[in-house]
T-cell receptor
Framework: QKEVEQDPGPLSVPEGAIVSLNCTYSNSAFQYFMWYRQYSRKGPELLMYTYSSGNKEDGRFTAQVDKSSKYISLFIRDSQPSDSATYLCAMHMDTGRRALTFGSGTRLQVQP | NAGVTQTPKFRILKIGQSMTLQCTQDMNHNYMYWYRQDPGMGLKLIYYSVGAGITDKGEVPNGYNVSRSTTEDFPLRLELAAPSQTSVYFC?????????????FGDGTRLSIL
């Protein structure tokens, strides 16, 4: 079983739709939860990070973490064609292991 | 501001050949990382470095070597290329390894071994 599970998609939505992207994880030691966006033929770039449980909002993007369920989500409101990319969740333990643990990514296509 | 620069962008190798993937960053970051990204598998850490002269293995180090002689450069070497090393390789850097510090990625090297 992978430590982090993410639906690979692809997910296709019309412009203006609300998008929900999700990851589940098995290791309760994870403390930081991140979402990276990766455009085709590019490296990942950090969108948002959240520490422990709770919500965080940044413009059209909202990240939610539910540590009791080991479940994290990224919501995109009023989705735009420019949001078309692969979205990777990533997690960090804050102590011990230095690396990020990534999900496999969900490919999102926003149709104009 | 260039950020993290990787060269080459593409490369085809024959089995048994060797090559070095170059990575340089201009952000004065102490921490640098090498990942590989296989389809449907996410990014897996190969090696990382916490500063010049200090390197350590990640999750999938076999078949690779690294060195870190300067803060800016972190090359990854493949000694005897194998088909299983066909992948996209990403270099990243960060100020610290804390979870609240973003890792800055290069645009990758796409490597095929035939």
């Amino acid at each position: 079983q992978k430590e982090v599970e993410q639906d690979p998609g692809p997910l296709s939505v019309p412009e203006g739709a609300i998008v929900s992207l999700n990851c589940t994880y098995s290791n309760s030691a994870f403390q930081y939860f991140m979402w990276y966006r990766q455009y085709s033929r590019k490296g990942p770039e950090l969108l948002m990070y959240t520490y422990s449980s709770g919500n965080k909002e940044d413009g059209r993007f909202t990240a939610q973490v539910d540590k009791s369920s080991k479940y994290i989500s990224l919501f995109i409101r009023d989705s735009q064609p420019s949001d078309s990319a692969t979205y990777l969740c990533a997690m960090h333990m804050d102590t011990g292991r230095r690396a990020l643990t990534f999900g496999s990514g969900t490919r999102l296509q926003v149709q104009p | 501001n260039a950020g993290v620069t990787q060269t080459p962008k593409f490369r085809i190798l024959k089995i048994g050949q060797s090559m070095t993937l170059q990575c340089t960053q201009d952000m004065n970051h102490n921490y640098m990382y090498w990942y590989r990204q296989d389809p449907g598998m996410g990014l897996k850490l190969i090696y990382y470095s916490v500063g010049a002269g200090i390197t350590d293995k990640g999750e999938v180090p076999n078949g690779y070597n690294v060195s870190r002689s300067t803060t800016e450069d972190f090359p990854l070497r493949l000694e005897l290329a194998a088909p299983s090393q066909t992948s996209v390789y990403f270099c990243a850097s960060s100020t610290t390894d804390g979870g609240n510090q973003p890792q800055h990625f290069g645009d990758g090297t796409r490597l095929s071994i035939l």
